[in-house]
């Protein structure tokens, strides 16, 4: 299994993040017959004006975890690698990095995290006082020795957290 631990850094908001994702949201949907609805542009980089690690995060439901065989494998034909669950149950978690790098997250329509990753995403597109609580943290992590994908993601949970609760959602909700 590969590495999950990559180095993380970070770069300002790039106005293209939102068509290579249409991009890709596009040839995932035709290559697994998917409505576009059951894919979505998550994560920092689906938020206009907020600093972000240069991978664009997709997620995609399906009707019932985990995602089918099929699922897995056109993923993986088209140039994603599998790493299973990745330390989050109910979520199988997909990358491609080279000249794109695209995380992919598959989990169950309308369940927890479903729920969760859009309420953020929504409450971060619409509070300046969120994203700049967020990009803050985000700093902050990096500029305590956070650098690894891990540790990163860990010195900034606290915060996800709080936004998460602002956005009217629990770390159990869903």
């Not at 990753?117 to 609580?133: I, M």
Request: with cysteine.
């Amino acid at each position: 299994m590969p590495d999950l631990d990559e180095p993380v850094h970070l770069v300002e908001h790039r106005s293209e993040w939102a068509s290579e994702f249409a991009a890709e949201q596009l040839r995932l949907a035709k290559s697994l017959s998917f409505d576009l609805a059951c894919i979505q542009h998550i994560g920092s980089t689906s938020v206009p004006g907020l600093v972000a690690k240069p991978i664009i995060d997709i997620m995609v439901g399906v009707p019932a975890y985990p995602p089918s065989a099929v699922v897995r494998q056109t993923l993986m034909r088209l140039g994603y690698e599998a790493l299973g669950e990745a330390g989050i149950p109910g979520r199988a978690h997909f990358r491609m990095r080279g000249d794109r790098s695209i995380n992919i997250a598959v989990v169950a329509l309308d369940a927890d995290h479903w729920v969760r990753n859009l309420a953020l995403r929504e409450h971060l597109r619409k509070s300046r006082v969120a994203r700049e609580s967020y990009t803050r943290a985000k700093r902050e992590a990096l500029a305590a020795g956070a650098i690894t994908l891990l540790a990163y993601s860990e010195a900034k949970s606290r915060v996800v957290a709080q936004l998460l609760s602002e956005a009217g959602v629990s770390e159990n909700d869903g």
